[in-house]
C-alpha cells in the first residue's frame, strides 16, 4: 500500500540532493555591511555605541549631502545588511544615491552587536535577557543621541521595519523626552498586536507557555546566532539553491509572513537566507508571543513572583499609547500574515499621533517584501520619499 503523497517524496528527493550538494558545494558568501555598502558606491562609517546598559552597537552611517539624518532600524533577528541586499533598487541604497544621510543600527544581540562592556554573550546568560523592550528603552535613545550629536541636526526621521517600530512604540511611550527628536517614523509592517495572525503562527502563540517552559528548562538563551547550532544549521541548509526555495522560503517563511513569489524569486532566495536570520535572545521571540497570547501590548511577563519585583504588580504594565507624541506614517500590507490589517488597525486606533496610513495597492505584498521585495522602487519607495519630504523638518 503506497502512502506517501508526491509532494513529500519530492521533498525527500531535494533533501538528498542537496545534502551532498552542501557537502562538496560552496555556498554563496555573506558580504558585511561594510562590504554590501562600498560595492554599492557608499563606503560607510562604523560607531560602535555603548548604551547606558553596556551594550555594544554596531551603526552604519552612509553619508550624504542631506542635513536630515534618516535612521533604519531592522526588525527580529535581522540586521543592518537587509536594507542593501538588492543593491541598487534596495531602499537604503536607494535614499544614500538620492543624498540622504543614512544611519543603518544594529540592535543588541544580533550579528554586530553582540558586545557587552562586562557580559560575555557566550557564558553570561544576563547578556541575553533583553526583548524589544530594552531595545526601545536602551538601544534608540544611545543611537539617536549618537546621530544628533554627530550630525548636528535637531531631529532625525526614522524608517523602521517589523520589531524596528516596535521598539519606538517603547521609547515614545517610556521615554517621553524623545518624542521631540524624531520628525517623522515610518512604520513599515507595523507590529503591537498579534490578535489576528493566521495558523500556522497562531497555533505557536497558542502553545507558548509551553515553549517557554521547555526553553527555560533547556536553558536556551540565544537563538539563530552565526555560530550557534541553530544559526550554522538554517544558513547552511537554507543557502543552498533548491531548498532554500522550495523548504525554506515556501514551507516556512510564506507561510508565516504572506506568499509572494513574484517579489521574492528563488535566485534571490540564497542571497537572502545567508544575510537571514543574524541572531536574538530568546525571550526577544517570547515577548511577542506573550503579546499574541495575553492579547495586551505589554512589558514582558516574567511570571508572578518576578513581576512584583519588577514591576510592582503581579501582571506586567501594559505601555501607554498616549505619551507616544512623534509623527508616525503606518505602512501595512494586505498578503502580510505577520502584521495584518485587522491588528495594525487596533494600533492605528490606539496611536494618537498617525499622520499617515496607507493599505499597499499592492495586494500579494507580504511582511518582507518591505525590504527585499525586487520591486520595490515602484511599489514603495515613491510612498516613503513623499513621508520624508512632507516630515523634514529641520531645525536649526
Ligand atoms: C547603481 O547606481 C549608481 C548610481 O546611480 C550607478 O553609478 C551604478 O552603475 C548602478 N549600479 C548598477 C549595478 O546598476
Ligand atoms: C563567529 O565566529 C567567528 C570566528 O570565531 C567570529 O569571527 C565571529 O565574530 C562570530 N560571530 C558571531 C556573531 O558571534
Ligand atoms: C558628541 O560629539 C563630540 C564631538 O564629535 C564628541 O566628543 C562626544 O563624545 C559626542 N557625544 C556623544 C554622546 O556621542
Known amino acids: 500500500m503506497y502512502t506517501s503523497s508526491p509532494s513529500l517524496y519530492l521533498l525527500v528527493i531535494i533533501i538528498i540532493k542537496q545534502i551532498s550538494y552542501i557537502t562538496t558545494e560552496k555556498l554563496p558568501s555573506a558580504l558585511s555591511s561594510i562590504e554590501l555598502a562600498t560595492k554599492y558606491g557608499h563606503p560607510p562609517t562604523q560607531y560602535n555605541i555603548i548604551t547606558e546598559d553596556g551594550y555594544i552597537l554596531a551603526v552604519f552611517r552612509l553619508p550624504g549631502r542631506s542635513r536630515i539624518p534618516v535612521l533604519l532600524m531592522h526588525g527580529i533577528l535581522d540586521s543592518s545588511d537587509m536594507w542593501m541586499l538588492r543593491g541598487n533598487t534596495s531602499l537604503a541604497i536607494t535614499l544614500a544615491n538620492n543624498g540622504y544621510d543614512v544611519w543603518l543600527a544594529n540592535s543588541r544581540g544580533n550579528r554586530y552587536s553582540r558586545r557587552h562592556k562586562i557580559l560575555n554573550p557566550d557564558t553570561d546568560p544576563a547578556f541575553w535577557q533583553f526583548s524589544f523592550h530594552e531595545m526601545g528603552y536602551y538601544d534608540l535613545p544611545a543611537v539617536i543621541d549618537t546621530i544628533l550629536n554627530e550630525s548636528g541636526a535637531k531631529k532625525l526621521s526614522a524608517i523602521g521595519h517589523s520589531q524596528g517600530n516596535t521598539m519606538f512604540y517603547v521609547l515614545g511611550s517610556e521615554r517621553k523626552e524623545y518624542n521631540s527628536k524624531i520628525n517623522v517614523l515610518i512604520a513599515l509592517a507595523p507590529i503591537a498586536y498579534l490578535h489576528n495572525t493566521p495558523p500556522p503562527l497562531s497555533i505557536v502563540i497558542q502553545l507558548s507557555p509551553l515553549i517557554e517552559s521547555l526553553v527555560k528548562k533547556l ?5 539563530f546566532g552565526d555560530n550557534s547550532t541553530t544559526g550554522l544549521l538554517v544558513h547552511k541548509f537554507c543557502s543552498t539553491p533548491d531548498i532554500a ?3 525554506c522560503i515556501e514551507q516556512i517563511l510564506f507561510p508565516v509572513l504572506g506568499f509572494d513569489r513574484e517579489e521574492l524569486e528563488p535566485e534571490f532566495a540564497p542571497t537572502l537566507t545567508v544575510h537571514y536570520p543574524a541572531g536574538t535572545s530568546v525571550q526577544s521571540i517570547l515577548h511577542f508571543l506573550q503579546i499574541g497570547y495575553r492579547k495586551m501590548f505589554a512589558r514582558y511577563n516574567y511570571g508572578s513572583k518576578v513581576n512584583r519585583r519588577t514591576y510592582n504588580s503581579p501582571d506586567p504594565p501594559e505601555y501607554q499609547w498616549d505619551k507616544i507624541t512623534m509623527p508616525i506614517a503606518l505602512l501595512a500590507a494586505r498578503n ?21 496610513y496607507l493599505e499597499n495597492p499592492r495586494s500579494t505584498l507580504n511582511h518582507v517584501d518591505f525590504i527585499v521585495g525586487r520591486n520595490m522602487p515602484v511599489y514603495l519607495f515613491p510612498y516613503i520619499f513623499q513621508i520624508l519630504h512632507e516630515n523634514n523638518h529641520f531645525v536649526d
Open 245 to 247: 526555495y522550495a523548504v
Open 336 to 356: 502580510d500574515r505577520l502584521s495584518s490589517i485587522p491588528d495594525v488597525a487596533i494600533l492605528r486606533r490606539r496611536l494618537p499621533s498617525v499622520v499617515f
Open 219 to 223: 536553558g536556551v538563551y540565544e537563538i
